[in-house]
């Protein structure tokens, strides 16, 4: 399954098995983003390690690894992830309403009450960030990805 095919950046779900929940709006929110912000494909070809998203709340998780020409989401966990988010759906949704800029290193978007509701949740362990100290800037660049603000 394939998204749009707008921008030069492809994102795909593995052909491995049918997409999970998580996996299906990851693959629909990162392409429907990287077509309407092309400038994002240069934030994309700048992961270089997986990331993991678990749904907390439906008990599914995602990885995506990001290469120079697309990204592949896969079910469950692929590779050696530097940052793994555990949340609910809404909380990702939250989290895609956040505004970043400077390629995703400026946040932004957590110095409003959404932001701050965010950050409360991570201080809460309600929302977990794994690599979020270790791996700083692949967190803020993949929140950038998802991020649906301009």
């Known amino acids: 399954m394939t998204s749009a ?3 030069t950046y492809l994102v795909k779900v593995s052909d491995d098995d049918e997409p999970n929940g998580v996996a299906s709006i990851l693959a629909t929110l990162l392409q429907q983003n990287i077509d309407n912000f092309p400038t994002r494909k240069k934030i994309a070809q700048r992961i270089s390690r997986p990331v993991t998203v678990v749904s907390t709340d439906t008990d599914s998780t995602a990885t995506i690894i990001f290469e120079s020409d697309r990204a592949v989401v ?10 793994t988010v555990e949340a609910t ?9 956040l505004q970043m800029k400077a390629g995703g290193l400026l946040p932004t978007g957590f110095f409003t009450k959404r932001g701050l509701t965010v950050l409360g949740e991570i201080l809460r362990h309600r929302l977990v960030v794994k690599g979020l100290l270790t791996h ?3 967190a803020l660049r993949f929140i950038a990805l998802i991020s649906v603000a301009e």
């Open 74 to 83: 896969h079910n469950g966990v692929v590779g050696r992830p530097s940052v």
């Open 89 to 97: 759906v809404n909380q990702v949704l939250d989290v895609s309403q």
């Open 136 to 138: 700083t800037v692949t």
């Open 5 to 7: 095919q707008k921008s």
